[in-house]
């Protein structure tokens, strides 16, 4: 990445910063009067065309100010930025809410996206935790009638899975009671494969074999899912209901500003909901779960750098939860490019954090 003097990293701060937080092109008068730089406006604007040489910035038009480009926005993150910690009674206000649920594992997802939506204004995503290969804990097979039978099963991660069983011969609770009493301690603990490998020396009965291989073919589908699913909180739907608007400050009092301010937040809005269906639609969030799990801490991906084109006008803030090789998940935000990194990068570490303990306590690994 280019090298900068202290100069022009002072002037790209100062208009990364005033560009996330206002949204129209910013003008060399604007840097020096808010953000008091100790240069000239002409020494200033000699500056900006060095950083447009760069491609750092750009200038839509003749007559505008300058903007960042995803390559701005990448030399602010990794150089620039200042990581906005959470404050104490955000902190102590999200740990009461986990307090609330904490027996109740199935809220942990839903409760972490809100609180990252809520926290960002922007739309959150979580996957789920789950273990890289599911293993069996127990099951459980009811009658229903002589020829079927209801299974539900318990996964190691915690996981409850439910299945329809069809007999080959009229079959009463106390017998699949047995099968389970059998099948339980067989099979504690081990994977898919493992199952199988037992079975080879084990000889079964008719019933026995039935729930086993039921058994097996959720396990080998569990592994399959495990990165499909994802919830995911929109907070833009919340926001226009409880006056979306009014959330913003105002740029200035100039009305053709605050036009265009809405504007762009509408476009924003608009693609971000179309980002979010497109996660979802197109598979893309487990190849992103796939591409993070090789890394460590926050990872941030900006509009261009991502390699899909449906993405090239967002920027996505993302990072592992859980214990690599064990249960865990990705969390993250989806918000527009010139979103209030910082401010993420704080909000998704700690949510992280968040859920690493909260697994901790429930699997019991350090």
């Known amino acids: 990445m280019t090298a900068l003097s202290p100069r022009k990293q002072q002037i790209l701060r100062a208009l990364v910063e005033e560009y996330i937080h206002n949204a129209t092109p910013v003008a060399s008068e604007t840097l020096v009067r808010k953000y008091a ?10 500056e900006l065309a060095g950083l447009e040489e760069a491609n750092l910035i750009h200038q839509p038009h003749t007559s505008a100010g300058r903007v960042p480009t995803d390559l701005g926005y990448r030399f602010f993150v990794e150089h620039l930025m200042q990581e906005s910690a959470l ?15 904490q027996d109740q594992l199935d809220q942990w997802v839903r409760l972490t996206a809100s609180v990252m939506a809520r926290l960002l204004n922007s739309a959150a995503l979580m996957t789920p935790p789950r273990s890289s290969e599911g293993r069996f804990k127990h099951v459980e097979v009811l009658a229903v009638t002589d020829l079927s039978a209801h299974m539900v099963v318990v996964l190691m991660d915690g996981t409850i899975q439910q299945q329809r069983l069809l007999l ?16 339980n301690p067989l099979f504690q ?12 020396s084990y000889d079964p009965g008719p019933v026995e074999r039935i729930v086993a291989n039921s058994l097996i073919r959720l396990l080998e589908q569990h592994a399959e ?17 409880t006056g979306y608007q009014s959330s913003f400050r105002p740029i ?17 809005h608009k693609r971000v909901v179309r980002v979010m269906d497109d996660l979802e639609q197109k598979r ?23 390699q899909w084109d449906e993405m090239k006008d967002v920027s996505l803030v993302l990072a592992r939860y859980g214990q ?23 909000v998704v570490r700690y949510m992280a954090q968040v859920m690493n303990e909260l697994l901790a306590d429930v699997y019991g690994y350090e």
């Open 284 to 306: 893309i969030l487990p190849a992103l779960a796939t591409q993070l799990a090789a890394t460590d801490g926050v990872q941030v991906i900006i509009g261009g750098e991502n």
């Open 189 to 200: 603990g081990k994977s898919a494969l493992e199952m199988n490998d037992v079975l080879i």
């Open 324 to 346: 690599q090789g064990k249960v865990g998940g990705m969390l993250g935000v989806v918000g527009p490019t010139r979103m209030q990194y910082g401010r993420a990068v704080a």
């Open 225 to 241: 899912m495990s990165g499909d699913s994802f919830y995911s909180e929109d907070v833009f739907n919340f926001l226009d209901k």
């Open 252 to 268: 200035d009092e100039d009305e053709r500003g605050e036009r265009i301010r809405k504007v762009i937040e509408e476009l924003e």
């Open 87 to 101: 404050a104490l009674d955000e902190q102590r206000l999200i740990r009461h809410m986990f307090y609330q649920v």
């Open 168 to 183: 080959d011969n009229p079959t009463q609770q106390e017998e699949l009671s047995a099968v389970t009493a059998r099948l």
């Open 37 to 46: 730089l100790p240069f000239s406006s002409a020494t200033v604007r000699n």
